[in-house]
């Protein structure tokens, strides 16, 4: 049986491969597929460096699963098309599946699972990483210290210690986030539309309205879902603390980025860091150094020196990949041997939509 792996880097290879290898007795995925193991005779890893898409489907011939990530589309037409090919099983090696035609997966009988969970402290510890390097303008000191230059103005910060922060969406991520703030001093705020007793030695909820205007922080930590798209808009945004900071290492849908650009200019909004971004799929995890970008917007907000963007990074750990991978190959396993899968997405022909999975991202 193939698996073909789509949007694949060289670190998506070589972590695949390395578990795959590990779990199942295989010395390369692509080369060996015969060795004796309990996976590993029926399986054998398709490497495609292209995202999947309609134009791409024809790589996934001959492939009982495909494997994709976050940017990759799985739109009504791709999963009708992956299902003329004999496709039968998604994997996706990510916890989000908002590029995911759910419903129509489950009508068309694909088995779907993602990846939950997988070191939410690598998330955390970024987020963190851009809320003090925006903070403590440790970036701009880099670059002025490499052409001589020791001048402190214009990078003036606020210590961390006794500040506000919120954080909106309390499942792993921002749990370890709080366990992180709470160290440093923070009082805590959440908002999550499912409350957990785990934030309870961190800090208190709070509905939306009450938690923006009381912070000095904001990090985002939730799903993009038809209930969060844009939840950071321009009414919001008018709530917050003037000259707060916001923080996204979660979806880029959840920030309307024109009002954000809007909130940066008027001064309401006191710096931005982005790990992801709303229009991320056209330009993400691609060198385009040597083109013109088109995206205007983002281009913009490239000119601000209080916003800070990354190309969704946050997860970027060896310890994350391995989870990923480890995780992603249990998942087809259990597909292999229609056994009950835990990361399911669909389950007995139904999804999970009435569940605590709607929030998964909330949760990972």
């Known amino acids: 049986m193939k698996v073909a792996v789509f949007s694949a880097k060289p670190y998506d290879r070589e972590?695949?491969?390395?578990?795959?290898?590990?779990?199942?007795?295989?010395?390369?995925?692509?080369?060996?597929p015969h060795v004796k193991g309990s996976l590993a005779p029926r399986t054998e890893l398709i490497f495609h460096d292209f995202p999947l898409s309609v134009e791409?489907?024809?790589?996934?011939?001959?492939?009982?699963?495909?494997?994709?990530?976050?940017?990759?589309?799985?739109?009504g037409s791709v999963l009708k098309a992956l299902r003329r090919e004999g496709v039968r099983a998604i994997l996706l090696r990510c916890a989000g599946y908002n590029n995911l035609d759910l419903k129509e997966a489950e009508r068309l009988g694909f088995f779907v699972a993602n990846v939950p969970s997988y070191s939410p402290e690598a998330v955390?510890?970024?987020?963190?990483?851009?809320?003090q390097t925006l903070n403590r303008?440790?970036?701009?000191?880099?670059?002025?210290?490499?052409?001589?230059?020791?001048?402190?103005?214009?990078?003036?910060?606020?210590?961390?210690?006794?500040?506000?922060?919120?954080?909106?969406?309390?499942?792993?991520i921002g749990i370890s986030l709080a366990r992180i703030l709470q160290g440093f001093g923070c009082k805590l705020?959440?908002?999550?539309?499912?409350?957990?007793?785990?934030?309870?030695?961190?800090?208190?909820y709070a509905s939306l309205d009450e938690l923006l205007p009381q912070c000095d922080f904001v990090s985002l930590h939730c799903p993009l879902t038809d209930q969060t798209k844009h939840i950071i808009n321009?009414?919001?945004?008018?709530?917050?603390?003037?000259?707060?900071?916001?923080?996204?290492?979660?979806?880029?849908?959840?920030?309307?980025?024109?009002?954000?650009?809007?909130?940066?200019?008027?001064?309401?909004?006191?710096?931005?860091?982005?790990?992801?971004?709303?229009?991320?799929?056209?330009?993400?995890?691609?060198?385009?150094?040597?083109?013109?970008?088109?995206?205007?917007?983002?281009?913009?907000?490239?000119?601000?020196?209080?916003?800070?963007?990354?190309?969704?990074?946050?997860?970027?750990?060896?310890?994350?990949?391995?989870?990923?991978?480890?995780?992603?190959?249990?998942?087809?396993?259990?597909?292999?041997?229609?056994?009950?899968?835990?990361?399911?997405?669909?389950s007995d022909g139904h999804l999970l939509s009435g569940t605590r999975r709607d929030s998964v991202p909330v949760r990972i």
């Open 234 to 346: 321009k009414q919001t945004l008018a709530k917050m603390k003037k000259d707060a900071m916001l923080v996204n290492t979660s979806r880029g849908g959840l920030i309307n980025t024109k009002a954000v650009i809007d909130a940066l200019k008027s001064h309401q909004l006191g710096g931005l860091a982005l790990d992801v971004y709303e229009g991320e799929s056209a330009l993400f995890y691609q060198d385009h150094s040597g083109h013109i970008i088109q995206d205007d917007e983002l281009m913009r907000l490239t000119t601000f020196h209080n916003v800070i963007i990354c190309g969704h990074q946050a997860f970027f750990t060896e310890e994350a990949l391995t989870e990923i991978a480890e995780s992603t190959l249990s998942n087809l396993e259990d597909f292999l041997k229609r056994v009950p899968c835990k990361n399911s997405l669909v």
């Open 137 to 172: 303008k440790t970036h701009r000191a880099y670059n002025r210290v490499r052409e001589g230059n020791f001048n402190l103005d214009g990078l003036l910060g606020r210590t961390l210690y006794g500040k506000t922060v919120g954080i909106i969406g309390t499942g792993k």
């Open 15 to 32: 972590y695949l491969s390395q578990v795959h290898a590990t779990r199942y007795g295989l010395a390369n995925t692509t080369d060996n």
């Open 189 to 204: 705020i959440a908002y999550d539309p499912y409350p957990t007793d785990s934030f309870k030695p961190y800090g208190e």
């Open 124 to 131: 955390a510890e970024f987020a963190i990483a851009l809320i």
């Open 56 to 75: 791409t489907v024809p790589l996934a011939v001959g492939a009982t699963a495909v494997c994709v990530f976050v940017n990759d589309t799985l739109n």
